[in-house]
């Protein structure tokens, strides 16, 4: 199950269902450092290991000790993709700090597009996290990119990018990632605004940050990130974090059990697992949310 701060409405794994802000020791470093000895395994190439986390990866308290590990013991450097909503604490920020790369989520300027689009835990103030990643720039060595989902009519307007530029021009990124969801979203109504609108935001933030600073990210799908994947348990692994369009599942899938395919799929689906869901007029496969 999701464990997030938030709820956001374009998530791609479903509603949050209970919003938590609690760190917890979810497991032990060295149980993380033996999950990335077997993910090594099957790679050839590495650039950064990333912790993204089934949710929300600052919820879990030993983040900075298990980074510490694995950047110690298989010499690669680390990353960190997070939502930023608890960067306003100084132990998330020290944890952060070990990072080589941090990318956080700052998709909102304002209290009532924050709770829009992030819908996150009551105790959560969004100028706190402007504060906070004023803060984090200061301290962190690496690099401190920016991700901002633009969702249609909800935070993509013009009055919008010149509020977020004001917050990021104190936060000083390195650069500032715009994207827009398109995958199956946690709410049906969720649109990707028109590529115009998109351009028109990510010009207005340059205007503030410079050219250079903003990219505004392809709305292609990751289909070659996936192509990895050929068993069952692989692609559910996938399916936990992304879902993964169902012609490419199937194709994967030909490559171990040929004819077969579908009928193991459907097992999957049949146990419950597994969802399909559709979204701008293609078929994913998703892991189901346990209650
Ligand atoms: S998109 Fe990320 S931050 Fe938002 S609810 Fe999903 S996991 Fe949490």
Redesign the pocket.
């Known amino acids: 199950m ?1 464990t ?5 409405i ?4 479903g509603r ?1 269902i209970r919003t938590s802000i609690l760190r917890r020791r979810y497991c032990e470093p060295e149980e993380v450092a033996r999950v990335v000895e077997r993910a090594l395994e099957n790679v050839d190439r590495v650039d950064y290991l990333t912790f993204v986390g089934d ?2 990866p600052t919820l879990y308290s030993l983040l900075g000790k298990a980074a510490t590990l694995v950047s110690r013991e298989f010499g690669y450097r680390v990353a960190l993709i997070s ?1 930023a909503s608890l960067v306003w604490r100084r132990d998330v920020r020290e944890d952060s700090t070990v990072f080589d790369f941090v990318s956080m ?1 700052l998709d909102a300027a304002t209290p009532s597009v924050f709770r829009r689009v ?1 819908r996150p835990d009551n105790a959560i103030r969004i100028s706190a996290i402007i504060s906070g990643l004023e803060e984090l720039s200061k301290e962190i060595s690496g690099i401190l990119s920016i991700e901002t989902v633009l969702v249609d009519g909800v935070n993509d307007g013009s009055w919008h990018a010149d509020l977020l530029a004001e917050a990021l021009r104190k936060v000083e990124p390195y650069v500032v990632y715009i994207n827009a969801p398109i995958r199956p979203p946690a709410e049906k109504w969720v649109r990707v605004p028109r590529v115009d609108r998109l351009r028109i935001f990510a010009e207005r933030l340059s205007m503030y940050l410079g050219k250079h600073r903003v990219i505004l990210l392809p709305l292609a799908e990751i289909d070659e990130v996936l192509a990895r994947a050929s068993t069952i348990e692989s692609l559910l692994e996938i399916a936990k974090l992304h879902p993964v369009p169902l012609d490419l599942a199937l194709s994967l899938l030909k490559r171990e059990h040929g004819d077969k395919a579908m009928e193991v799929l459907r097992r999957y689906l049949e146990r419950g697992s597994l969802t399909i869901v559709k979204y701008r007029g293609r078929e994913y496969i998703r892991a189901r949310q346990q209650t």
Not at 4 to 8: E, P
Request: charge should be positive.
């Open positions: 999701k997030c701060s938030y709820s956001c374009y998530c791609q794994l949050t949710g929300e939502n989520k992030n």
